[in-house]
Nanobody, 118 residues
Framework: QVQLVESGGGLVQAGGSLRLSCAAS????????LSWYRQVPGKQRELVAT???????VYADSVKGRFTVSRDNDKNTMYLQMNSLKPEDAAVYYC????????????WGQGIQVSVSS
């Protein structure tokens, strides 16, 4: 069982920055595809960014140019650097790890709140 723990959330003014971290308890961290999602009440969880095993990254259009996803396989940690934050970025942010061997294994963190004041 893989455990994912997010940290780094909080309240920031519009235009400010935050860096989220997602620490994983898994030996084979480098073999996992990692993602950040976010969700606001009453809406579906949406994909923010994904980083593959080879560190290729994909972003939602709404965060391109402002957010950067990265991973440190030595520390079993994924990051999301969020710059130029907007009030509409406020949400609960979740990290996800996915791995396929004989079956698809997907794990989620518990989520962390990001609030942006205008």
């Amino acid at each position: 069982q893989v455990q994912l723990v997010e940290s780094g959330g909080g309240l920031v003014q519009a235009g400010g920055s935050l860096r989220l971290s997602c620490a994983a308890s898994v030996i084979t961290f480098s073999s996992y595809a990692l993602s950040w999602y976010r969700q606001v009440p009453g809406k579906q969880r949406e994909l923010v960014a994904t980083i593959g095993r080879n560190e290729d990254a994909v972003y939602a259009d709404s965060v391109k140019g402002r957010f950067t996803v990265s991973r440190d396989n030595d520390k079993n940690t994924m990051y999301l650097q969020m710059n130029s934050l907007k009030p509409e970025d406020a949400a609960v942010y979740y990290c996800k790890a996915a791995h396929y061997d004989d079956a698809l294994h997907v794990y989620w963190g518990q989520g962390i709140q990001v609030s942006v004041s205008s």
